[in-house]
Nanobody
Framework: QVQLVESGGGLVQAGGSLRLSCAASVTIFSYNSMGWYRQTPGKERELVARIIWGGMTNYADSVKGRFTISRDSAKNTLYLQMSSLKPEDTAVYYC??????????WGQGTQVTVSS
């Protein structure tokens, strides 16, 4: 059974930094993509950043230049380094992992709160 466990969320002041981690219970090597999404109450979950096997990355326009996604295959862990945080970055952040012929896998989420 695939499990994704996020950590690293918390409360930070605007302009601060946080690093989120997502530990997978399986080898991530064979998965096509891993990414971070976020959701606020009443809104749909949105893509924040994604890394595709081969190293290509995608970022939401709102986080480009401030967030960096990376992975450590040896540790089966995905990271999201967040810098210059803004109050509008406040959300629950979810880790996602996907490969063809399987449903996507999601973590339980970690709360990030940025105070002004």
């Amino acid at each position: 059974q695939v499990q994704l466990v996020e950590s690293g969320g918390g409360l930070v002041q605007a302009g601060g930094s946080l690093r989120l981690s997502c530990a997978a219970s399986v080898t991530i090597f064979s998965y096509n993509s891993m990414g971070w999404y976020r959701q606020t109450p009443g809104k749909e979950r949105e893509l924040v950043a994604r890394i595709i096997w081969g190293g290509m990355t995608n970022y939401a326009d709102s986080v480009k230049g401030r967030f960096t996604i990376s992975r450590d295959s040896a540790k089966n862990t995905l990271y999201l380094q967040m810098s210059s945080l803004k109050p509008e970055d406040t959300a629950v952040y979810y880790c996602n992992m996907f490969r063809a012929s399987e449903p996507p896998y999601w973590g339980q989420g970690t709360q990030v709160t940025v105070s002004s």
